[in-house]
C-alpha cells in the first residue's frame, strides 16, 4: 500500500463525515414506481480480473450491489465495508466491484495489480470485473450502459458522480436503487433496501 493510499484510508471515516456534512455526494435515488427494465440485465456479462467471463445470469435469484471502484479514492476504504456486507447477506446478494478509471485516473494499470491489491489490503472475496469504463461514452462497459439508460433499466439514467457509486438490482433483476459515494456500504438506507 502506498503512503497516499494509507493516509487515504485513515482519513475516510473523517472524509465520510465531512461530505455527509456538506451534503457532497450524498444522492440516494429510488425505483418509486416498480418501473421494470425493457431489457434484461441478465443477458448481460463482464469479463472478471483473472480474463474469465462472468454472466449475471448466474446472480438470478439474489440482489446485486453493483459499485464502480478505485484503488487510490478517498473512497477506497469502502472496500473494507462491502466485504462486510457481502458477508452479512452471503444468500441474498451479491456484490460485484467495477474498477474504472473514469475520475482522474485513481485506478491502477492492470487487472493483476488491481486484483493483488484488492485481495491484499482488503481481502476481497466477491466478484472483481476487469477494469473498464463506466461513464457514458464508447468504452463504457455494458452493464453500465444498462444501469444508465432509461430505455434499457426502466428509470434511471444517471451514471456514476464518481468513484464508490452503488447500484442494486433486485432478486427479480430490477434496479431499485441508486446510492451516491457519500453512503456508506454500511449505512441504514442500504441495509434496509436489502432486507426489502
Request: charged fraction near 20%; include cysteine; glycine fraction near 4%.
Amino acid at each position: 500500500m502506498t503512503l497516499r493510499q494509507q493516509l487515504l484510508r485513515v482519513m475516510y471515516p473523517v472524509w465520510m463525515k465531512l461530505t455527509r456534512l456538506t451534503g457532497k455526494n450524498t444522492v440516494i435515488l429510488k425505483n418509486e414506481y416498480g418501473a421494470m427494465p425493457p431489457a434484461s440485465i441478465y443477458e448481460l456479462g463482464f469479463p472478471l480480473t483473472d480474463g474469465k467471463q462472468q454472466s449475471l445470469s448466474a446472480y438470478k435469484g439474489r440482489k446485486l450491489l453493483l459499485v464502480n471502484t478505485a484503488s487510490d479514492c478517498g473512497y477506497t476504504a469502502q472496500y473494507s465495508e462491502l466485504q462486510q456486507l457481502s458477508e452479512q447477506y452471503p444468500d441474498k446478494l451479491v456484490v460485484i466491484a467495477f474498477p474504472s478509471n473514469d475520475f482522474k485516473q485513481q485506478e491502477k494499470k492492470t487487472d493483476s495489480e488491481i486484483a493483488r491489491f484488492c485481495f491484499n489490503q482488503y481481502n476481497i472475496h466477491f466478484p472483481l470485473a476487469a477494469k473498464s469504463g463506466v461513464l457514458k461514452n464508447k468504452d463504457q462497459n455494458e452493464v453500465y450502459q444498462w444501469l444508465t439508460d432509461k430505455e434499457k433499466n426502466g428509470w434511471n439514467s444517471k451514471a456514476p458522480s464518481w468513484n464508490f457509486v452503488k447500484y442494486l438490482v433486485n432478486e427479480d433483476g430490477i434496479l431499485t436503487h441508486y446510492f451516491d459515494p457519500s453512503i456508506s456500504p454500511l449505512d441504514e438506507a442500504v441495509q434496509q433496501s436489502l432486507r426489502s
